[in-house]
């Protein structure tokens, strides 16, 4: 283990057996959550633009994961999480982003890294994997979770030249669209997929965990309450970005000295 991963070992087991004390009640809230599944409103995945010709002396940027690198809760993915990361960044390194989008609503992370390995990725100075809530809904095993974190990382690792982030898994016991109790059962086990999130990260150099959330404020929300809206999106990128500029940084810090 880590000396970056054992503060947070505690906690880890803490949550874990939190789970494990409260899952039983699964059963009890079970038709809560079929009227949930069955009456939240759908919405699409973002339209994808005409996007510009491929820029090799740009800084390439990749996304991949669920339904927030989708789009979904906008009508275009240049209104969408990636795109809004972008801008921010340009500000930062002064440099042109050239971003990939590459997600899917509703994806869990085994069908994820099949779908990586099958189409392919560019090769990326930056990658961003966004996951966590459909394994969270689909009531992913922990070690299964953690395996697959790993088999995923270790296939990134060839494809990018600088850091590889995950960002936090949002804490769904505050979507609008999720009503109690279901919403807290739902948040502790995304509490507990998230805290081995930061787990496997901690253990891989060039790897890092961002724990910045999305705001819930009804305003940032889209229609469906389980999404961001336009507006969610952009104020989601203005917070992690700041977490994403010290990464580059040091990365580019380290990369230097060792050179």
Same mark, same amino acid.
């Given at each position: 283990m880590s000396s970056a =991963?054992?503060?947070? !070992?505690?906690?880890?087991?803490?949550l874990h057996f939190l789970w494990f004390v409260?899952?039983?009640? #699964?059963? #009890?809230?079970?038709?809560?959550?079929?009227?949930? @599944? &069955?009456?939240?409103? &759908?919405?699409?995945?973002?339209?994808?633009? *005409? @996007?510009?010709?491929?820029?090799? *002396?740009?800084?390439? #940027?990749?996304?991949?994961?669920?339904?927030?690198?989708?789009?979904v809760g906008v009508q275009t993915l240049d209104q969408g999480f990636t795109a809004n990361i972008a801008s921010q960044l340009e500000n930062h390194t002064s440099q042109t982003v050239q971003w990939h989008a590459?997600?899917? *609503?509703?994806?869990?992370? @085994?069908?994820?890294?099949?779908?990586?390995?099958?189409?392919?990725?560019?090769k990326a100075d930056m990658i961003i994997v966004t996951m966590g809530v459909n394994d969270t809904t689909g009531f992913t095993q922990i070690k299964r979770w953690?395996?697959?974190?790993?088999?995923?990382?270790?296939?990134? @690792?060839? !494809?990018?030249?600088?850091?590889?982030?995950?960002?936090?898994?949002?804490?769904?016991?505050?979507?609008?669209? #999720?009503?109690?109790?279901?919403?807290?059962?739902?948040?502790?086990?995304?509490?507990?997929? =998230?805290a081995y999130l930061q787990k496997v990260c901690g253990h891989f150099e060039g790897v890092f965990y961002v724990g910045v959330e999305p705001n819930f404020e009804t305003e940032l929300m889209a229609e469906d309450g389980y999404h961001p809206s336009a507006k969610g999106y952009q104020e989601w990128s203005r917070a992690i970005t700041p977490e994403l500029n010290k990464i580059l940084d040091q990365y580019k810090a380290e990369s230097s000295s060792v050179d």
């Open positions: =991963d054992s503060p947070n !070992h505690s906690l880890r087991r803490f409260f899952s039983p009640l #699964l059963l #009890l809230i079970l038709p809560q959550a079929i009227y949930v @599944k &069955r009456t939240t409103l &759908r919405l699409p995945e973002a339209e994808v633009m *005409n @996007k510009a010709p491929a820029n090799p *002396n740009a800084f390439q #940027l990749v996304h991949i994961g669920e339904s927030a690198v989708a789009g590459l997600g899917v *609503n509703g994806i869990r992370l @085994k069908a994820l890294i099949e779908q990586a390995k099958n189409q392919g990725i560019p953690q395996s697959q974190l790993i088999e995923l990382i270790e296939w990134l @690792k060839p !494809h990018c030249n600088g850091p590889i982030i995950f960002t936090q898994v949002p804490p769904m016991m505050k979507f609008p669209a #999720l009503p109690a109790p279901l919403r807290y059962f739902i948040g502790l086990r995304a509490l507990v997929i =998230d």
